[in-house]
């Protein structure tokens, strides 16, 4: 992709996911009824339940586009993998976060080694990981290649983050929205976390946008200065 396109896209797409979370600020705080069991504090599902989504996402993104690279060795597909596990890594945290307040409330306490909750904790070790592993060698191509290869490590364990509440005894709730046989919640409720899902989304897919363009530019810059460096020696 262009990096000035790939900049104007990532633009736009920041400022529709800015302007869709507004929105949905207003939607959950003025529109969307309070749940009748866990009070106020469910409405903190309007942003715990995206940054799940968008932490597979990217962290997926991550290990598909590693898996082009190892592949095909194509540079760019190593800048898209980068570029996502940097969002996946932001997102994971504020998914934490959030569900930790959420916890202190539900279960009494902020963290519990709940399968689900594990394997998310897991997931962000793996990723943290995957940036020391880029950097543990002189060779950037070998780092990046080892990196490749723990991202798809990572990619094993999404599966188990969206699976576990099934496999494992578990505090952490089934879904209640996004059910293959249809949600159990209001219909209300449903509407405000769509609102939620695409708003959060196209803000990371702006952001992921920004960072690839950025990425691939850094990239260039060193590449033109080391064939100059070599020109001029």
Avoid at 25 to 43: K, L
Wanted: charged share 15%; glycine share 10%; aromatic share 16%.
């Amino acid at each position: 992709m262009d990096l000035k396109k790939a900049g104007r896209l990532g633009v736009g797409l920041s400022l529709a996911g800015v302007a869709g979370i507004m929105f949905m600020h207003w939607v959950v705080f003025f529109w969307a009824p309070t749940e009748s069991t866990m009070g106020i504090i469910q409405r903190i599902n309007y942003v715990h339940v995206p940054m799940a989504w968008i932490t597979e996402l990217a962290f997926g993104l991550t290990a598909f586009a590693s898996v082009i690279y190892l592949w095909l060795g194509d540079d760019r597909a190593d800048a898209a993998a980068v570029a996502a596990a940097e969002g996946g890594m932001y997102f994971c945290v504020a998914l934490l976060i959030a569900g930790s307040l959420w916890g202190r409330v539900a279960w009494g306490t902020f963290w519990t080694w709940d399968a689900r909750l594990t394997f998310t904790l897991l997931l962000w070790f793996i990723f943290l990981g995957y940036f020391l592993v880029r950097r543990s060698t002189s060779n950037p191509h070998q780092g990046r290649r080892l990196g490749a290869v723990v991202a798809i490590i990572g990619g094993l364990d999404i599966p188990l983050i969206h699976m576990s509440v099934y496999w494992f005894p578990t505090l952490h709730p089934e879904p209640v929205y996004l059910r293959p046989d249809g949600p159990t919640a209001d219909s209300a409720f449903v509407i405000t976390l769509i609102v939620a899902f695409f708003a959060y989304t196209l803000l990371f897919l702006g952001l992921l946008s920004l960072r690839y363009g950025v990425e691939v530019a850094e990239r260039e810059w060193v590449l033109r200065s080391t064939r100059l460096n070599r020109a001029t020696s």
